[in-house]
């Protein structure tokens, strides 16, 4: 099973990404996907999740500004991140876990993906 994370890059404050996550050998409309960020120096945190019956969860500090979404079709799952801050900065990583209950507890997560670098400038 591999999971990949893509979108991330340099941006402005206030500014706008789409983060992805796909996978092979795992079909992640059948999971849980979080996706979790670690900053420089700080502990990896979770940040969104969607579960496999469409139940999402976001840490206050993105409610509002962050959308996770699912596209079935394509089996594969977005961040999508608005009004970004520079405290937004940190490397970006989804993970999947099953049964497809949505949490931000790492354990949770069986298997996680390289993350992508989200840098977010003043």
């Known amino acids: 099973v591999q999971l990949q994370a893509s979108g991330g890059g340099s941006v402005q404050t206030e500014d706008s990404l789409r983060l992805s996550c796909g996978a092979s050998?795992?079909?992640?409309?059948?999971?849980?996907v979080g996706w979790f960020r670690q900053a420089p120096g700080k502990e990896r945190e979770g940040v969104s999740c969607?579960?496999?019956?469409?139940?999402?969860s976001y840490r206050d500090s993105v409610k509002g500004r962050f959308v996770v979404s699912r596209d079935v079709a394509k089996d594969t799952v977005y961040l999508q991140m608005n009004s970004l801050k520079p405290e937004d900065t940190a490397v970006y990583f989804c993970a999947a876990a099953s049964p497809g209950l949505c949490g931000f507890s790492s354990a949770r997560y069986d298997y996680w993906g390289q993350g992508t670098l989200v840098t977010v400038s003043s």
């Open positions: 050998g795992l079909i992640l409309n059948n999971v849980a």
């Open positions: 969607i579960g496999n019956n469409g139940f999402t």
